[in-house]
Nanobody
Framework: QVQLVESGGGLVQAGGSLTLSCTAS????????MGWYRQTPEKQRELVAG???????DYADTVKGRFTLSKDYAKNTMYLQMTNLKPEDTAVYYC????????????WGQGTQVTVSS
């Protein structure tokens, strides 16, 4: 079992910045992948940025150059630094982690709202 707790969402003007945090209840070395997804009422949940099982950071085309992933292993926390935010980045952002043992298990945080005003 993994509990994920997100924080850092809020309201920001276009062009502004926010940093999201996702803290796991266990050592993040034990997680196969970690990533951030976002969802709006109009769209399905989509991958924004994440670490592959090889530890490589990967980004959606819509956020490349603006969003940056990082990890703090001592704090069991993953961060998403978001800069030059646009109104279309407005969504609920969810942290995700996968654990692979005999099967693949998906874990989700509760979500944090990001609102970008124009």
């Amino acid at each position: 079992q993994v509990q994920l707790v997100e924080s850092g969402g809020g309201l920001v003007q276009a062009g502004g910045s926010l940093t999201l945090s996702c803290t796991a209840s266990r050592n993040i070395y034990t997680l196969n992948t970690m990533g951030w997804y976002r969802q709006t009422p109009e769209k399905q949940r989509e991958l924004v940025a994440g670490y592959t099982k090889w530890g490589v950071a990967d980004y959606a085309d819509t956020v490349k150059g603006r969003f940056t992933l990082s990890k703090d292993y001592a704090k069991n926390t993953m961060y998403l630094q978001m800069t030059n935010l646009k109104p279309e980045d407005t969504a609920v952002y969810y942290c995700n982690a996968q654990v692979q043992i005999a099967a693949t298990y998906d874990y989700w945080g509760q979500g944090t709202q990001v609102t970008v005003s124009s």
